[in-house]
């Protein structure tokens, strides 16, 4: 059973930067695509961006090219970039994983994994 652990959230003033983390301890191969959520109260979830195993990366259009999805195979680990934040940023923001064998990546696939969520607030 893969396991996703979020970390990294906290408080960050608009305009700030933040990185969250998310371990997928047991990941026993490459073969899996991880995403990155969030949900904000009374929103819907929406996704954020998506990298498969060979580091080919999908973004939704919320970001604006404001977040980076980076990967890190060998550490077991996944890495969301986040810089120029908004208030309307502020989420519980979620990774998920999926098993996937395509160089590609999509967030519009039903992901079997997820973790337990990272709150982000931005805010001055």
């Known amino acids: 059973q893969l396991q996703l652990v979020e970390s990294g959230g906290g408080l960050v003033q608009p305009g700030g930067s933040l990185r969250l983390s998310c371990a997928a301890s047991?990941?026993?191969?490459?073969?899996?695509?991880i995403a990155w959520f969030r949900q904000a109260p009374g929103k819907d979830r929406e996704g954020i961006g998506c990298?498969?195993?060979?580091?080919?990366?999908n973004y939704g259009d919320s970001v604006n090219g404001r977040f980076t999805v980076s990967r890190d195979n060998a550490n077991k680990t996944v890495y969301l970039q986040m810089s120029s934040l908004k208030p309307e940023d502020t989420a519980v923001y979620y990774c998920?994983?999926?098993?996937?064998?395509?160089?590609?990546?999509?967030?519009?696939?039903?992901?079997?994994?997820w973790g337990q969520g990272t709150q982000v607030t931005v805010s001055s």
């Open positions: 998920a994983a999926v098993r996937w064998f395509g160089l590609s990546c999509t967030l519009v696939v039903d992901y079997d994994y």
């Open positions: 047991e990941l026993t191969d490459d073969y899996y695509v």
């Open positions: 990298i498969s195993r060979a580091h080919t990366t």
